[in-house]
């Protein structure tokens, strides 16, 4: 799948095994199998999962020289609006103009402003520093951008996810260049999750949560997961979704619903980063975009149920926990509605082929 190399690890592994240690719980809750510790394994599995969120992992042998909290220092999050191309020869891509803002910054720094940054997890992770960008041999966030949509995974150029400019281009341009284009890339951290992860740690919360074998802690926390994903129902740089959007200045961002690009649905990812230094003062900006992509197998309508009617798991969301309900709401509908389309038009799709393909075949004759 997308690691290029076998000592890779994802944030899809590390849910599934939190999704192992609920069902551990509440099978020896049931008294189905025997747990001699009469431990519970669920938050343990929980603290491990967190090695890959960035501002609380204690693999990284990096972590506390980074200041991911000065996320919270910025008056606004966000992005500035680039082209796409198709091939990786169309790469580096020029910048278009404009502010792509997200319009849920001010509800996250209200509520999480003391913390050390996105309670998200970053998607991969070089486990052994096979690649040495951390040059320690520990555990290193990294990871892998397409250049447009013809780029396969395993053609993707590896970089860290601690952009310290110094891999890749001449001239401390850094690997990042090959997007942005030289003397475009200052020192940064950038990092993306894949929601489908947190999704289903949310759903493993709840299973444990609802046959009496959960945490409370691990509640909040679940829900403060499912609080902060809700970056990942937004448009790639927060604009209306229309085909006019791409490549103008025209429509405004920063605004929530239909006008700031809210499809509601799990997209592929939300990325974020923002300057590297060695004293606070230099981490003086950040950014942050959406995603425009969404797939049947990110969709997950039980985490939203859980975010929604768990009373343990909602009060874990605590950036306007009116709007946070009220979108899982409406994203529980949108994904619902999702699965129901592609049902709707593969089965369409079956009969067209097998239609065509009776038209096709001959006809036995006899005689």
Known sequence: ???????????????????????????????????????????KAWTTMEAMIPGCSEASGKRTSVKYGTLWKQDRLKSDPAAEGD?????????????????????????????????????????????????DGKFCFINTFQRG??????????????????????????????????????????????????????????????????DPT???????????CR??????????????????TAQKTGQLGDLGGQHY?????????GALGSSESEYNWAWQIGCSH?????????A??????DSAINAGMKADNAQATSDYKESFKRQIEMYLWLQIFLHSMTWYMLLILFTLTPVPTTG
């Open 265 to 273: 649905l799990m997209s592929w990812y939300t990325a974020w980063g």
């Open 149 to 214: 949509t013809q780029e396969s995974c395993f053609e993707t150029v590896p970089q860290p996810c601690l952009e310290e400019l110094k891999w890749g281009m001449s001239g401390n341009n850094g690997i990042k260049a090959i997007f942005n284009g030289e003397g475009a890339v200052p020192k940064q951290y950038a990092f993306t999750n894949a929601p489908d992860a947190e999704d289903r740690a949310i759903q493993a919360v709840y299973f444990a949560n609802m046959w009496k074998a959960g």
């Open 1 to 43: 799948e997308a690691p290029d190399y076998g000592h890779e690890t994802t944030s899809e592994a590390m849910s599934y095994i939190v999704w192992m240690a609920a069902m551990h719980d509440v099978l020896a809750q049931k008294g189905v199998i025997s747990d001699s510790t009469g431990d519970h394994h669920l938050a």
């Open 304 to 309: 939203a149920f859980a975010l929604i009617q």
């Open 87 to 135: 091939e990786p020869s169309a790469y580096p891509v020029p910048g278009y103009g404009g502010d792509a803002v997200n319009p849920l910054y001010n509800a996250y720094k209200t509520a999480y402003g003391s913390e050390n940054g996105y309670y998200l997890m970053n998607w991969l992770a070089d486990v052994d520093d096979w690649y040495g960008f951390n040059g």
């Open 294 to 302: 969404s797939h049947q197998f990110y969709q997950n309508p039980l």
């Open 218 to 228: 691990v509640s909040a926390l679940a829900g403060k997961m499912g609080d902060q």
């Open 231 to 248: 970056n990942d129902m937004f448009d790639k740089y927060y604009k209306p979704i229309a085909a006019s959007t791409r490549g103008t």
